[in-house]
């Protein structure tokens, strides 16, 4: 029960999060640890398990990505696969019907933008920005009505997407919070 939010923006991603903590029974707590971080690399935000959340951010060791290697390949294979491990080792990772599964989170790297889906797909959308969470549709609805605003700024497109998730949806509160790519190496090249 919650919203991030990611976003590309001039070869930079950024990520978004809300601070609640929701149960099936739809208590509701504001935690102080962050959905969103930084691990190497990559920015993260999650939702579904904090659990999954802090072994993303303290116990997940990103694997180094070859620069001939292309990135969603490396994103399919060696980052799955490294995260699988890390769901396995720390318990978050489940089996059902002989699948196994994971919780739903966003990463940033490279400049790019990826979904990672409870099933371990990577998803990366044609639009330069997704959400997940509870809150997702009217994020992503707030992110569309903003996508021809080019002159508003990333931290503005996300804040509205944000607060529009928690007009709308019981699981999303704030205090906001947003991290950032630094400038990917390709871009900084240029």
Request: with cysteine; net charge negative; hydrophobic share 40%.
């Amino acid at each position: 029960m919650t919203c991030i939010v990611g976003i590309t923006h001039n070869s930079r991603v950024y990520i978004g999060a809300d601070s609640a903590a929701a149960s099936e029974r739809w208590d509701l707590q504001i935690r102080a640890d962050s959905k969103i971080f930084r691990n190497g690399d990559f920015i993260m935000g999650f939702t579904s398990s904090f659990r999954m959340g802090q072994l993303l951010a303290y116990a997940f060791e990103p694997p180094k990505r070859h620069e001939d290697r292309d990135i969603y390949a490396f994103m399919v294979t060696d980052f799955i696969n490294s995260v699988r491990e890390c769901f396995k080792n720390g318990g978050v990772a489940k089996r059902q019907e002989e699948v196994e599964q994971c919780g739903t989170f966003l990463v940033g790297y490279e400049g790019r933008l990826f979904k990672i889906i409870d099933d371990y797909q990577v998803a990366e959308s044609v639009d330069g920005f997704d959400a997940c969470g509870s809150g997702d549709l009217a994020a992503l609805g707030a992110l569309y009505a903003t996508r021809q605003s080019l002159a508003k700024e990333p931290e503005t497109r996300i804040q509205e997407a944000l607060k529009a998730a928690e007009k709308y949806s019981v699981g999303v509160r704030s205090p906001f919070k947003m991290i950032a790519t630094e400038l990917s190496p390709a871009a900084a090249s240029v």
